[in-house]
Nanobody
């Protein structure tokens, strides 16, 4: 079992930055693939970014490439999402997700993940 707790959300003006954190507890989190998803009102949950166990490989949805950076610190059991140049369309609840086994081809599917945090709200004003 893994418990995930996100933090760092808030209200920011367009062009601003936020850094989300997700602290994992339970089994050794270094063995888990970690990802960020987001869900805007009335929309499906959307993949944002993911990172491998070692942090050596990352992937992003096209709309955030060049603006967002995912990273992890296994010693602190934490995954981060640095979000720069934020846009109003980035407004959503952001969720951290984890799984111990993942086919990389399925990395963007919410059903690939076994554990989810409660989410943190990010609001970008224009």
């Amino acid at each position: 079992q893994v418990q995930l707790v996100e933090s760092g959300g808030g209200l920011v003006q367009a062009g601003g930055s936020l850094r989300l954190s997700c602290v994992a507890s339970g089994r050794t989190t270094g063995t888990y693939f970690l990802a960020w998803f987001r869900q805007a009102p009335g929309k499906d949950r959307e993949f944002v970014s993911a990172i491998t166990r070692s942090g050596g490989i990352t992937t992003y949805t096209d709309s955030v490439k060049g603006r967002f950076t995912i990273s992890r610190d296994n010693a602190k059991n934490t995954v981060y999402l640095q979000m720069n140049s934020l846009k109003p369309e980035d407004t959503a609840v952001y969720y951290c997700a984890a799984t111990s086994s993942l086919r990389w081809v399925d990395v963007r599917a919410p059903t690939s993940y076994d554990y989810w945090g409660q989410g943190t709200q990010v609001t970008v004003s224009s």
